[in-house]
């Protein structure tokens, strides 16, 4: 079970840091980053509206900077396809984007969270768009 | 008052074990990727473990053995050694993500560091199970957990497709991929059915002191308890599919699970969300403690249980003691609890055989039970399952290494 454990554990590392972006991978990163984008639009939304509680925003919010900006790493660190590197780029800067916002978000009052979840969702849209998703 | 007391195991059991962090990375996770498509498997697991949760606490008030007594027994030495390192292992591996879940909602709670709040957790586990008496570490985390009720009441507020919903108990593969939706299906399967559960059950109604006189609470227990378990899973599968769903929310993280309460019912809701799986996750953690120890002197044959103190059960108790110890330092290296509960849950589910086995054929035993052996009806459900529990157990590697954990 160890050796299995191992064995898993080495084909996810594999998984995520592959070296190559290829339209599947792209795909993918796009969807991890909409997610992201969206949920804290709906945190950003429920904070405009003083509907969450201050420490959960701030340590759920900061959480999904960390994950976005490990998803821009990943993008940032691998080699993409020719015909995708332009909107590999865009991606990952778009990802930056996002964790910046997050950021944002942790310590934003009501006026200035309810424009963060417009930039959130704008975000999301825009990595949609990379993806290729309709 | 009594009645509702008494039911205390089985609502610890089923929060502590049906709704723990497996359960509620899984079906958020699930309701998120496939919507209400995988209702049904919440229904075969909740009747899988009623049929062997039952059978268990018989056969314990009945013959006063527990699991791993009768692992012990029927397997013999060899193959109940491994029977026991697989239970082991994936009980440590799954103590070690309640331990960081619980830390994780500590932090949402109070945004304070995740390594300073990680002894909070460890100070307030120890303590709850030295100073607590067995049956008060079951109401108050049995009950405090209800306040996970209200995912229910956030799943009826998110308004879903109501026909959506009757149509996921059907068993249907009309997904996009259909590997992903088999390893979600042996992943909600191995989370509702975790071995872990009918250790603690079984040794539980020893700890409580059962006769065949409770054979009736012990019904009721099951029942109510993991039928409960079974209705919160539904609810948290519910408001994933309802509100993830439709807007390509992935859940990767603790925090996630409380928004799908926050949306729809504001900051009481998430309050709630958020005590309720901080009592789950502990009460989670506390059974995974001493199902641990309880396994280990069971299968040794040393002294065990709460009841008898630490001075009576001395190498029980540094059993739970050394593994608690362990659990946190394993979460403070910075490995992710989520990761860690899809790990425990899919290695559990390659337990399940050795664990169940043994229970079916000493409830047949007329030596041991007498009159309360198993009828016809418990014989067949618990044959079907063993089936059931034998796919999964194959099935459940080879699906977590072909799908990359379900990320397709």
């Known amino acids: 079970m160890g050796l299995l454990a191992a064995l898993a554990a080495a084909l996810l590392v594999g998984g995520c840091g592959s070296a190559t972006t290829d339209r599947d991978t792209l795909g993918k990163s796009a969807d991890a980053v909409h997610s992201t984008a969206t949920e804290g639009a709906l945190l950003a939304d429920d904070a405009a509206a003083g509907r969450t509680i201050g420490t959960y925003r701030s340590v759920h919010a900061a959480a999904l900077e960390e994950t976005v900006s490990a998803e821009a790493r990943t993008l940032e660190g691998a080699q993409a396809e020719a015909g995708l590197r332009a909107d590999a780029a865009r991606l990952a800067n778009l990802a930056d984007d996002v964790a910046r916002l997050l950021v944002r978000l942790e310590a934003a009052d009501a006026a200035e969270a309810g424009r963060l979840a417009e930039e959130l969702r704008r975000a999301a849209r825009r990595a949609d768009e990379l993806g290729g998703s309709p | ?408």
């Open chain 2, 1 to 408: 008052m009594r009645p509702i007391f008494q039911v205390a195991l089985g609502i610890l059991a089923a929060i502590g074990g049906f709704v723990d962090i497996g359960d509620l990375v899984f079906n958020v996770a699930a309701g998120a990727e496939f919507g209400f498509s995988l209702l049904w498997v919440v229904v075969v697991g909740v009747v899988g473990i009623i049929v062997y949760s039952e059978m268990c606490g018989r056969v314990a008030a009945v013959s006063k053995r527990a699991v791993f007594d009768a692992v012990r027994e029927r397997l013999g030495f060899g193959v109940g050694l491994v029977a026991l390192l697989a239970a082991q292992l994936v009980t440590f591996l799954t103590l070690a993500a309640e331990v960081g879940g619980i830390a994780i909602v500590l932090q949402l709670l109070s945004d304070l560091p995740f390594l300073a709040l990680l002894p909070l957790a460890f100070l307030g586990l120890l303590a709850a199970i030295w100073f607590l008496e067995f049956e008060w570490i079951e109401r108050l985390f049995g009950y405090a957990g209800l306040c996970l009720i209200v995912f229910v009441v956030a799943a009826i507020k998110l308004e879903p497709d109501w026909s959506s919903v009757a149509h996921g108990f059907v068993p249907q593969i009309d997904t996009g991929d259909p590997l992903v939706y088999l390893y979600f299906a042996v992943g909600l399967l191995g989370a509702a059915m975790t071995p872990y559960e009918v250790y603690f059950y079984s040794s539980g109604a020893i700890e409580e002191g059962w006769t065949p006189k409770d054979l009736g609470l012990n019904r009721l227990n099951t029942f109510i308890g993991y039928g409960l378990g079974g209705v919160l899973s539904f609810a948290l599968m519910i408001t994933a599919g309802a509100l993830f769903l439709p807007q390509g929310i992935r859940p990767e993280l603790i925090g996630t699970v409380a928004l799908g309460t926050e949306v729809p019912l504001g900051q009481i809701g998430l309050l709630l969300a958020l005590v309720g799986i901080l009592f789950a996750v502990g009460g989670a953690a506390i059974d995974t403690c001493f199902s641990f120890a309880y396994n280990l002197a069971q299968f040794f044959g040393w002294e065990w249980g709460k009841y008898r103190g630490a001075a009576r059960a001395p190498r029980f108790t540094l059993a739970w003691l050394v593994l608690l110890v362990l659990a946190c330092g394993v979460i403070a290296t910075g490995i992710d609890p989520v990761m860690l509960t899809e790990y425990a849950v899919i290695f559990s589910a390659v337990a399940l055989p050795l664990t169940y086995l043994p229970i079916l054929l000493v409830a047949n035993d007329r030596a041991y039970m007498r009159e309360h052996a198993n009828g016809r009806l418990a014989n067949v459900f618990g044959v079907v399952y063993l089936l059931v529990i034998l796919f999964v157990a194959l099935a459940a590697i080879p699906l977590m290494l072909i799908t990359n954990m379900g990320q397709g």
